[in-house]
């Protein structure tokens, strides 16, 4: 039998191996993790995180042929396939600090197989790598390697959360990158033979180990792009009385540029794109193409700009003050159908507007207090390592804020209301039931545009849409970004 072992039981380690245990019966899988609470949950009937379909089949498959396991090494040593999906942060000290992914938790697993492996390996890059990690990665095992071969695979995960199990189950492609020998074609079509259980052949690409690791950073470098592009027309469409969403789908219905991903919003978070991008910058620059890495860069600012306009926005609209005022924060994850807070826009429009000392009332159906308040204490990029290696959170320093758990209650006696997240329950909440609960003017600034404006104001809502034509409350009071 088979044995694949996955080093990192994360968002993309637990999911991804689940459907490999699914669709390949004959394969023993193990999930280890060096934190004991995440491997308690995978165990237990809470999984320590939210994706919809994933209980399924964790509950289908575990205790079968499924593990997740403290045992780090013991499952390592006994593994065909090495998977390793572990965090890769932005470094936050020395060389290509804000910038470089720090491989502390690679090079430790990589140094970790080396110590403990009896038998061949095939090691895969799973976690998003600067390109050329997996050259070093072999020089750490071959430098230790005790008379052990083994084979670096490059096979960049492109899942997207909330609809992980869609694409896992019906990806757009598998990526896997290779050494172009004989060993190294070998190791490949063992990889390919994985995926071949479910994924149609033609969707699986083999390509050399640089393009594969650099077609991850690439990917989403152009996806986060794309909403950067429509993000900046939002703001022009203000300014001139254009409709975001009127112009995206003349702009995307050409074939050539494509309908998708082009909805304007608060701005992009999530635990990717801007690590990644930040990751390829650094590698342009390491390169020489300054203009390159510059190219890039301006999409990240383009993303800070959204989320500081709105907060500018929405303080000018308020008679250029939030202070004492209560504003209801509606949703606080980075995106719907997930609890994930990584690098959420509202972290950044939360400290904006307790900046500007407002009292913030969140409401988030998937994401609990505790991860709010750690969230706003924590410092940039301390979220991206192992939980028990984060510094510990000072929840005491943020003041000014409750967490709810019913949108209503966020609303209630507030000056304001947010919307930071497109949860599709926000569409159908008793607006008049809120107008009546708050303070007037009674504000809403909608981020995801999900609320339907026209009712709103149609209540006697004052409405602020990113990208919309502006109320005439609001052109009155520009924003200074
Ligand atoms: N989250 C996504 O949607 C996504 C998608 C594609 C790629 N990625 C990439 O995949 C990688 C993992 O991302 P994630 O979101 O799953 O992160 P995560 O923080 O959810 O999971 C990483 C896990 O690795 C564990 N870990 C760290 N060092 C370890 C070690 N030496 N031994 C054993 N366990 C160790 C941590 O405890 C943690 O549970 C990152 O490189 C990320 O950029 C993430
Ligand atoms: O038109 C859009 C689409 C998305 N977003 C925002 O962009 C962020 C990222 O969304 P999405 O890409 O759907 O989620 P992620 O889980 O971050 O997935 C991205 O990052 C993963 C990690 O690398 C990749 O594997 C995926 O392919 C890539 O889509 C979220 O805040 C979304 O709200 C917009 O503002 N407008």
């Not at 289908?60 to 499952?75: I, Y």
């Not at 750490?140 to 992980?164: C, M, R």
């Not at 694409?167 to 033979?193: C, H, M, Q, W, Y």
């Amino acid at each position: 039998m088979v044995k694949i072992c996955c080093i990192g039981a994360g968002y993309v380690g637990g999911p991804t191996m689940a459907v490999i245990a699914l669709k390949c019966p004959s394969i023993e899988v193990a999930v280890v993790d060096i934190s004991v609470a995440r491997i308690q949950a995978w165990n237990s009937s809470e999984l320590p995180i939210y994706e919809p379909g994933l209980d399924e089949v964790v509950n289908q498959c575990r205790g079968k042929n499924l593990f997740f396991s403290t045992d780090v090494e013991k499952h390592v040593s006994e593994a065909d396939i090495v998977f390793v999906s572990v965090n890769t942060p932005t470094k936050t000290r020395g060389l290509g600090a804000g910038k470089a992914a720090d491989l502390t938790y690679w090079e430790s697993a990589a140094r970790m197989i080396a110590d403990v492996s009896k038998s061949d390996k095939i090691v895969v890059e799973k976690s998003t790598v600067p390109v050329k990690t997996a050259e070093a990665i072999e020089r750490i095992l071959t430098h230790n390697s005790k008379g052990i071969s083994y084979q670096i695979l490059s096979n960049p995960e492109f899942l997207a959360e909330g609809t992980a199990m869609k694409d896992l189950f019906n990806p757009d492609r598998v990526l896997i990158g290779g050494r172009e020998t004989a060993e190294g074609r070998k190791a490949v079509e063992a990889l390919k033979s994985v995926y071949a259980q479910w994924v149609p052949q033609e969707r699986i690409l083999c390509t050399n180990l640089w393009s594969a690791e650099l077609s991850k950073l690439a990917a989403n470098a152009f996806l986060a792009q794309r909403i950067s592009s429509v993000n900046a027309m939002s703001a022009l469409c203000e300014a001139t009385g254009a409709d975001v969403s009127q112009v995206s789908h003349a702009v995307g219905t050409d074939s050539r540029i494509g309908s998708k991903f082009l909805n304007a919003s608060v701005g992009f978070g999530g635990s990717c794109f801007q690590k990644d991008i930040l990751n390829l910058v650094y590698i342009c620059e390491c390169n020489g193409l300054t203009e390159v890495g510059n190219y890039w860069k301006q999409v990240i600012k383009v993303n800070d700009y959204q989320k500081s306009r709105f907060v500018n926005r929405l303080v000018s609209s308020m008679f250029n003050t939030v202070s004492g005022k209560k504003i209801g924060i509606l949703g606080f994850a980075f995106k719907k159908d997930t609890g994930d807070t990584r690098e959420t826009p509202a972290i950044d429009v939360c400290k904006g507007l307790i900046g500007d000392k407002a009292h913030l009332s969140i409401y988030d159906p998937q994401v609990t207090e505790d991860q709010i308040l750690r969230d706003l204490s924590m410092n940039k990029f301390d979220w991206d390592h192992p939980i028990h290696l984060q510094p510990p959170p000072s929840p005491a320093s943020v003041k000014q804020l409750r967490v709810v758990w019913d949108a209503y209650e966020a609303a209630k006696e507030a000056h304001g209301l947010c919307v930071l997240t497109e949860w599709d329950e926000f569409k159908t909440l008793d607006y008049k039931r809120i107008f009546d609960s708050m303070h007037k003017p009674a504000f809403v600034f909608d981020g995801r545009n999900v609320v339907d404006a026209e009712k709103l104001r149609e209540i006697g809502f004052i409405v602020y849409s990113i990208g919309k034509p502006l109320d005439p409350w609001l052109k009155d009071m520009p924003a200074v970004a």
